[in-house]
């Protein structure tokens, strides 16, 4: 056992005896990964793959430390808002990965559980609830969320608003794109920053948000040339860089230093041989600690994952004189908001973009959508000749998810697109 899994298990005993006095444990954990990704990064990946590492590791550790700088959402809460106050966005989703590194998900589902919490809540939910009922993770001043995809996100933000006092602001999304729906949601959003002013005493910057706009027009085109080059590169990275990826296109996407990450894989990717392997979308969540998903994707030349659907739920230009009228056509437009028809309609697109040679959709249990509109999107890539295979499994929760089943199907799909190949 290694300096980091001796201190892993420390903490996560810790934390079960007395969850109250553990934070400063956890901080300091996530700041010794901090210097542990600067100073020693992952070998066998690409050096844009360990500076996106880097940058989500610091992002969410400093803004941690200091509990002022950070406001909670959801995955789709509007980010480019936050960064106008110059406040961080922290989704309650993947600070529930990150808890969960100290493998501490099972004990935060449970205590969540006790307490009342419904066993078929989404489990990031319930791992983010029980953290935070735990007193293992304090509070923050706000918090922003939105109607899109999760039917729990209302639930459990107003719960933490009643049982710990964390004033929230829930973003309605219509889901037709007209100009009174549009209106409506930009509505919601200038009052957003009203309240915000109040509550938090920080002054909205309108140039910062238009600036904030005009960066990530340049940063989506960069994306889709990133992408582009993927289908001819190979560019090697781990299955958790999905993740990362993931939360800078909804964290940090806006900013200066995100746009110039980009930009650099860019330059990188075209220095790398080029990929004769099958190139694999991927849907949905991103179940990173499987251990069969590592061992065929990880650092493999015959296996590449392509672009998840979430990294490009919204394709359009923003324009930055009109920032909330374009951000509520972004999360109207978004491919998560409305039935599942329209996700599968919009990745069909992205498949005539990225040209994969396989879809992999992941159904993480609880998430209803995921599950009942799988079987749409798998006829909608029948019609296009694009073989799919349906996971099923816990994006978090290692007690819910059978290694040796996906393991099973995984090694049967890749076996037959590979026939099919020859």
């Known amino acids: ?20 006095k553990s934070w400063d444990k956890i901080l300091l954990g996530f700041r010794a990964n901090c210097l542990r990704t600067h100073f020693l990064p992952k070998k066998n990946i690409s050096k844009g793959y360990q500076k996106l590492e880097d940058m989500m590791m610091n992002m969410v550790a ?20 936050i960064h106008s106050f110059g406040l961080n966005a922290l989704s309650i989703e993947c600070l529930a990965c990150y808890v969960s590194g100290y493998r501490l998900e099972d004990f ?14 989404c489990s990031y939910h319930k791992t983010f609830i029980g953290a935070v009922e735990s007193g293992a993770v304090p509070p923050a001043s706000y918090a922003v969320t939105t109607s899109l995809s999760c039917d729990g996100n209302l639930n459990t933000f107003r719960y933490l608003q009643k049982k710990n006092h964390v004033p929230f602001t829930l973003l309605d999304v219509p889901y037709t794109d007209d100009d009174a729906s549009v209106d409506y949601l930009a509505s919601q959003l200038e009052t957003m920053v009203h309240d915000m002013e109040e509550r938090l005493g920080r002054k909205f910057q309108p140039e910062k948000l238009k600036e904030s706009l005009r960066i990530e027009n340049e940063t989506r085109s960069e994306l889709l040339r990133f992408y582009e080059l993927a289908q001819r590169h190979y560019y090697p990275g781990e299955i958790i860089h999905q993740l990362y990826m993931m939360m800078g296109t909804h964290l940090l996407m806006g900013t200066q230093k995100f746009l110039d990450l980009i930009r650099f894989m860019n330059e990188e990717i075209q220095t790398f041989p080029e990929f004769t392997g099958k190139r694999i979308l991927w849907i949905h969540l991103i179940p990173y600690y499987q251990e069969s998903l590592k061992y065929y994707f990880n650092s493999s030349e015959k296996y590449q994952l392509l672009a998840g659907d979430i990294v490009f ?11 909330f009228r374009s951000l509520a056509r972004k999360l109207i437009k978004n491919v998560y908001n409305g039935s599942y028809s329209h996700k599968a309609q919009a990745i069909g697109h992205l498949t005539d973009t990225f040209h994969p040679d396989a879809v992999i959709h992941f159904c993480h249990w609880g998430c209803k959508q995921a599950s009942g509109g799988s079987l749409l999107l798998k006829e909608a890539m029948k019609e296009r000749n694009i073989p799919m295979l349906i996971l099923d499994g816990d994006g978090i929760d290692h007690r819910n998810s059978h290694d040796g089943q996906i393991k099973t199907r995984l090694e049967a799909f890749l076996e037959m697109i590979e026939e099919e190949k020859k």
């Not at 200091?66 to 909670?72: G, L």
């Not at 935060?108 to 809540?121: M, R, V």
């Open 62 to 81: 400093d803004s941690l430390s200091h509990k002022r700088s950070y406001i909670w959402g959801n995955i789709f809460a509007p980010c480019e808002l």
């Open 108 to 121: 935060f589902i449970d205590f969540a559980q006790s307490l009342g919490i419904a066993p078929t809540l």
């Open 313 to 323: 739920d919204f394709t359009d230009t923003l324009d930055p004189e009109d920032p």
């Open 1 to 20: 056992m290694n300096i980091a899994d001796k201190y892993i298990q420390y903490v996560k005993t810790k934390t079960e005896a007395e969850p109250e």
